[in-house]
């Protein structure tokens, strides 16, 4: 089966509205990452967060590695928020992350 | 620094065709990978490199793919004979030390296969 799945697959908000995305993985982990991809664009990383909590603004990242998951926090959306969220995470299996299947976030005027 | 660079950043093919991808890893990084993203998927790991070596090349299907790395700066990915299935968006991205987990990359190249 996959070993990092994302939840919710898309989502729509009003600008203002916050966000909460989630990422579980199946398998051990030595870091976890969150990127964010405009439509047509290269992916520009968030976090690099292995565990705990990291703050960036109106964005909140918190890994828990005893319940395989972690989130992303958008609060105060706005429009420019619009695009894809991806997690990844290594496994200690070398140098490759292994990425989700992405979020698709859509913010409304 | 210049980002990661890649080229063409689209292309469109016949099936059977073949098509070549380029990639110019950020100066001084010795870690390049290529992934294939599907359109609303996330990217898969196709190959990665340190330096001129091949680190893992397990899921390149190696029947039609290949990629190279000669002097461990730039990289090529190409696919002889494309099929509609490898209608996908291709990243290159690049870190500074095999092992480092922040990656870079490229804008990618989208292709379509017709």
């Known amino acids: 089966g996959q070993q990092v799945q994302q939840s919710p697959a898309s989502l729509v908000l009003q600008e203002g509205e916050n966000a909460e995305l989630q990422c579980n993985f199946s398998?051990?982990?030595?870091?976890m990452q969150w990127f964010y991809q405009r439509p047509g664009g290269s992916l520009v990383s968030l976090f690099y967060?292995?565990?705990g909590t990291k703050h960036s603004g109106r964005l909140t990242s918190t890994t828990v590695i005893k319940e395989r998951r972690s989130s992303l926090h958008i609060s105060s959306s706005q429009t420019t928020d619009s695009g894809t969220y991806l997690c990844?995470?290594?496994?200690?299996?070398?140098?490759?992350?292994?990425f989700g299947g992405g979020t698709r976030l859509t913010v409304r005027p | 620094e210049a980002g990661v660079t890649q080229s063409p950043r689209y292309a469109v093919l016949q099936e059977g065709q073949a098509v070549s991808f380029w990639c110019d890893p950020i100066s001084g990084h010795d870690t390049l990978y290529w992934y294939q993203q599907p359109r609303d998927q996330g990217p898969q790991l196709l190959v990665y490199?340190?330096?001129?070596?091949?680190?893992?090349n397990s899921q390149l299907p190696s029947d039609r793919f290949s990629a190279v790395r000669p002097k461990g700066t730039n990289s090529t990915l190409k696919i002889q004979s494309a099929k509609q299935g490898d209608t996908a968006t291709y990243l290159c991205?690049?870190?500074?030390?095999?092992?480092?987990?922040?990656?870079?990359f490229g804008a990618g190249t989208r292709l379509s296969v017709l």
């Open positions: 398998t051990s982990l030595n870091s």
């Open positions: 490199f340190r330096d001129e070596a091949v680190i893992d």
């Open positions: 990844a995470l290594n496994n200690n299996a070398g140098a490759k992350l292994t």
């Open positions: 967060n292995p565990s």
């Open positions: 991205a690049s870190s500074r030390r095999l092992g480092q987990n922040t990656l870079y």
